[in-house]
Structure formats: C-alpha cells, structure tokens
C-alpha cells in the first residue's frame, strides 16, 4: 500500500491564479480530510470528505476554497483567485471510516507571488 | 472550544538522557488525544494515542483529566528521536456529536537528540 498520495508536492502561483491540489487516499480508505498549515502554526482541520459528499467543510474559508471527492479519481482541493495568505502546506488524511486513524499524505506545499 | 498548546517550540537533549514534551488542552467533554511525529523529510505519522495505552519507540503517554495534560515521555532519548512531535485531540462522538474525526493540532515541538 503506497499511503497517501499528494501532488503536486510544491505549487507556485501568482496572486489571481487557481490552484489545484490532488489528494489520491489510502487502499480502502474512503473518508478524506483537509489539513492546512500556515506558517509557524499547527495543522487546522479544513474538510471532510467522502466518495461524492461533502460531511464537513466548517474549516473551509467561505469564498474561494472548494473540495470534491468524485467517484473515481482523487480528491481535488481548489483554490480560485489566490492570495499571499494562502500560502501554507496543504495536508491531505484518509481513513478506512472516520473514528479510525487518520494517514497523512505529504503534503503540498503552496506558494504565492 | 477545542485548543492544544505546546509550549516548547524547540527542546534539545542529549543522547541517553529523559526528554519529555509537554501538552495541554482545553475542552469541555471527554477528548481524545493523539501525538503525531514527523521526521525530516517524511510525512506525519501517528506515534501514539491515548486509548490504545500503547508505548510505541520507547515513548508513552498519560492523560492526565485534572491538570488537561498529555505529556509524551522517554526515559532514555535516542539520535534517532529527532524530530517535530505533534500533540493532537479530538472530541469523542458522543460528545461532538459525531464529529470526532475531527483533528485539533497544536504548533508541534522539534526534538533534537544531540550525540
């Protein structure tokens, strides 16, 4: 079992660009999660997801960010129009069900010119 | 609200000496806590966490309800030890409302383990 995959590991984009994160779970993992890592700081829960739901986005910033978990395919975090402030490290978790330890990818480090 | 504070931001040892990291939460119910650990250029692994009981590298843990700790300890620190500890809690289900999944962080300790 590979773990959890992220890619791309490091993103540059200039400020008004997307950002695509991908997010490939564990084996038989079929509940993701969305971390982000500001600077200095600890890892804030940002979503929830399962196969074609969303469960819990209460982390995501309101306007900009968005997360899907379609039925074949990773799970895409999306970020529209980016500003410096979204720099950070993007940490993607699955889990086999969602009591059940969490596995983290790489992550995917985000830069903003 | 959920918080984890780690109050050392860089703790150094020696070899062979004990090292312990220090963790304090705050939350109203029953929570459950985790340490996670990243060495240099690896991903975050969970180390230990509370309910298992388990001592994983040498490494144990106890809750401690009345002071809200769970300071992560090893009476003999090895080079191998380097690293950023993460000390992490969720609240259990029937307290959260079945939103245990999920994970509060604090900012993490970096160990080093001088020879």
């Known amino acids: 079992n590979a773990g959890v995959m992220q890619n791309p590991r490091h993103l540059v984009r200039r400020r008004g660009q997307e950002a695509r994160l991908r997010c490939s779970p564990m084996k038989g993992h079929s509940h993701v999660y969305w971390y982000r890592q500001l600077p200095e700081e600890g890892l804030k829960f940002m979503v929830y997801?399962?196969?074609?739901?969303?469960?819990?986005e209460s982390g995501m910033p309101k306007e900009r960010f968005s997360a899907e978990f379609p039925k074949e395919g990773p799970s895409i975090l999306r970020i529209q129009q980016v500003v410096r402030g979204d720099s950070a490290a993007y940490f993607c978790?699955?889990?086999?069900?969602?009591?059940?330890?969490?596995?983290f990818g790489p992550g995917t480090r985000l830069l903003v010119l | 609200a959920q918080r984890v504070t780690q109050p050392e931001k860089l703790l150094s040892v020696f070899k062979g000496a004990p090292v312990e990291l220090k963790c304090n939460y705050s939350y109203s119910g029953s929570p459950e806590l985790f340490w996670y650990v990243q060495y240099s250029r690896q991903r975050l692994q969970l180390l230990l966490r509370h309910i298992s009981r388990e001592s994983i590298k040498g490494f144990t843990a106890d809750l401690n309800k009345g002071e809200t700790s769970f300071h992560l300890k090893k009476p003999f620190a090895q080079e191998e030890d380097s690293a950023m500890y993460y000390c992490a809690l969720s609240g259990q289900a029937v307290d959260s409302g079945g939103s245990n999944y999920k994970l509060t962080f604090g900012k993490g300790t970096l160990l080093t383990v001088n020879p």
């Open positions: 997801l399962q196969k074609e739901n969303i469960i819990d």
């Open positions: 978790a699955s889990s086999p069900d969602y009591w059940e330890t969490q596995y």
